[in-house]
């Protein structure tokens, strides 16, 4: 075996917190082999990496759609992408214990997504942003999403803070008051954009509780254009009757779960027994 292919297996075994938290921390680390090239041949290398982040100015996002995805892979230092991913990965651990990957990626970028707008449409409304039109990256917008819609799934769900034991729901309070008071204080653009994030995993986790997934429709999109990348040699046939019962099997599978969640939002994730919380964390590896 090649040692592409024993990277690429090591990859795949990771869940999609830290697949994340690896791709972020490569997005990290290619720039500054890129400014030494770019510093070799004479070549404005800020003007390159502004390419992939998210301007403040409408006229500048309709130019460069993408940014509004590209940004969050993007830190402008050690200290931001330190806390950022270490954030995610705590964040994750109670996030994948109840739900699955694919709505982890539904809240994560919805919340990219939502923080980047809030960033755009607060810059173009607020008069104390007149004229200005600054460039923001970072996954903070995301890590906000999911921790949010943690905190607010599982309010009265306890971590160990130093010497005390927190619930979620305070922490998700403590951290929403913080960027709403840090807003007159210095990037101002970016503390929107975690409360727009913050915003996404709340409203995610109150209509999920309500029984409407609203990451359905972005869940669709998301895997259409996955699989434009997806050969079709990797595509296999499944004969009828297994495919029943597979269906079958995931509905019943499906029913244990709603009823767990149910039970969490009732009674807290520690009334659970130790079955049931085996049945979710399996379930979220999925």
Same mark, same amino acid.
């Given at each position: ?32 082999? &890129?400014?030494? #090239? ?5 070549? /404005? @290398?800020?003007?390159?990496? !502004?390419?992939?982040?998210?301007? =403040? *100015? ?58 980047? &707008?809030?960033? #755009? ?5 607020? /008069? @104390?942003?007149?004229?200005? !039109?600054?460039?923001?990256?970072? =996954? *903070? ?58 915003? &996404?995993?709340? #409203? ?11 990451? !359905? ?70």
């Amino acid at each position: 075996m090649s040692r592409i292919d024993t990277l690429r297996q090591r990859f795949s075994q990771f869940n999609i917190a830290e697949k994340l938290i690896l791709i972020n921390v490569v997005c990290f680390v290619i720039p500054f082999f &890129l400014r030494s #090239i770019f510093f070799l041949f004479d070549l /404005p @290398a800020q003007s390159f990496l !502004s390419f992939f982040e998210l301007s =403040a *100015s409408i006229v500048d996002y309709i130019y460069q759609p993408w940014s509004l995805f590209t940004y969050g892979f993007l830190h402008d230092s050690i200290g931001h992408i330190f806390w950022n991913m270490l954030l995610l990965y705590y964040t994750s651990q109670f996030f994948l214990n109840l739900f699955s990957t694919q709505r982890f990626i539904n809240v994560y970028f919805m919340g990219i997504l939502l923080g980047g &707008l809030v960033f #755009i449409l607060s810059y173009a409304v607020f /008069p @104390a942003f007149k004229n200005q !039109s600054p460039q923001m990256v970072g =996954a *903070s917008a995301g890590v906000m999403a999911v921790l949010i819609f943690s905190c607010t799934y599982m309010p009265t769900q306890e971590v160990r803070l130093l010497f005390f034991n927190v619930k979620l729901m305070y922490i998700g309070i403590a951290l929403v008051i913080v960027d709403v008071l840090q807003i007159p204080t210095g990037n101002a653009g970016g503390h929107l954009a975690h409360i727009g994030g913050a915003a &996404l995993g709340y #409203i995610y986790a109150q209509q999920l509780q309500n029984g409407k997934d609203i990451g !359905s429709g972005f869940e669709r999109l998301w895997k259409w254009l996955a699989a434009l990348f997806t050969a079709q040699s990797n595509m296999k046939t499944v004969h009828s009757t297994p495919r029943r019962d597979s269906k079958r099997s995931m509905q019943c599978d499906q029913e244990k779960i709603d009823r767990i969640l149910d039970k969490i939002s009732a009674s807290g994730y520690d009334s659970l027994t130790k079955e049931e919380k085996e049945l979710l964390f399996n379930a979220g590896k999925k």
